[in-house]
């Protein structure tokens, strides 16, 4: 393992390592948004640090959870209206438009990708995406505007009005299943990957963080870009240390 601290030093290794490569696969984690203002969840300023996580099944079996957990998606849609991509989404945006990222794999929730220029056939959410709404039973799209109008009216959270299921925001909870398709496409990617660069996650919210370690076993380079030590730098290649942006900065 090589650890560089020195992010013009990191920021030039993670261009040759991306330029000798030839099918690179970047995984992203919230610590990718902070610099567009969107708080992660572990780092310094993290949103865990101020409240618990609503789990899936709490969700499914409290009024009060449901309710709370709207409140919350609301909150954070309007960050992430406010927010714009920053340099790493761009450049990841650019990579992918030259040919060498064959996948954006995202555990974030929060569309910046897309609002890049990635599109959509290269980016594989497997978290979901908080801009949608979907019932939990049929997967009926409902409007997150005409959800938030409708609780406002009601104080109730809403039911699908095809089928009378729960309506929740279209990101994976905590305690919920994982979507299959995406798992699918994301594991696809990496076995054919010769480079897979981690961005921003503290590599500690599993299944997704067990896809490093995927890439490794199955013979690609492993590069991990965080401020923070995480518990997989043990098995990377490199490690960069320091703000994402800096380290993005030669790319
Ligand atoms: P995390 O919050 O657990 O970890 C983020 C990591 O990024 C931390 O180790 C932190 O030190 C590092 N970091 C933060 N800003 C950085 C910067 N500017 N430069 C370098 N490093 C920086 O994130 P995770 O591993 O993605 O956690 C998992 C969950 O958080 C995911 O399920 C994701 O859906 C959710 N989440 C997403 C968003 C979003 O969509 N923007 C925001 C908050 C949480």
């Known amino acids: 393992m090589n650890i560089v601290r020195d992010t013009t030093e990191g920021s030039l290794l993670l261009a040759d390592l991306i330029g000798a490569a030839h099918r690179v696969v970047i995984f992203t984690g919230a610590g990718i948004s902070t610099e567009s203002g969107i708080p992660d969840f572990r780092g310094p300023s993290a949103v865990w640090k101020k409240m618990e996580p609503i789990y899936y099944d709490d969700f499914v079996a409290s009024e009060d959870a449901r309710l709370e957990d709207w409140r919350r998606r609301f909150h954070f849609n309007r960050e992430v209206a406010a927010a714009e991509p920053n340099i790493a989404h761009r450049a990841i945006a650019k990579l992918v438009a030259g040919g060498k990222v064959t996948a954006v794999i995202t555990q974030n929730i929060d569309g910046l990708h897309q609002r890049a220029g990635v599109p959509s056939e290269y980016l594989i959410e497997i978290h979901g995406n908080a801009t949608r709404a979907a019932c939990l039973e049929c997967d009926e799209h409902h409007d997150l505007a ?84 995480t518990p997989l730098d043990a098995i990377a290649d490199h490690v960069l240390r320091g703000p994402i942006g800096k380290v993005f900065s030669a790319l």
Not at 171 to 181: C, K
Not at 201 to 224: D, E, F, H, T
């Open 146 to 229: 005409e959800v938030e109008a409708e609780i406002g009216r009601t104080g109730r959270a809403p039911l699908c009005r095809t089928c009378g299921g729960l309506v929740k925001a279209a990101v994976i909870s905590f305690g919920q299943a994982m979507p299959v398709r995406a798992m699918m496409r994301a594991e696809h990617a990496i076995q054919r990957s010769d480079l897979f660069v981690a961005v921003g996650s503290s590599l500690q919210v599993q299944p997704a963080a067990s896809l490093p370690m995927a890439a490794k076993y199955s013979g690609s380079n492993l590069v991990i870009v965080n401020a923070d030590p």
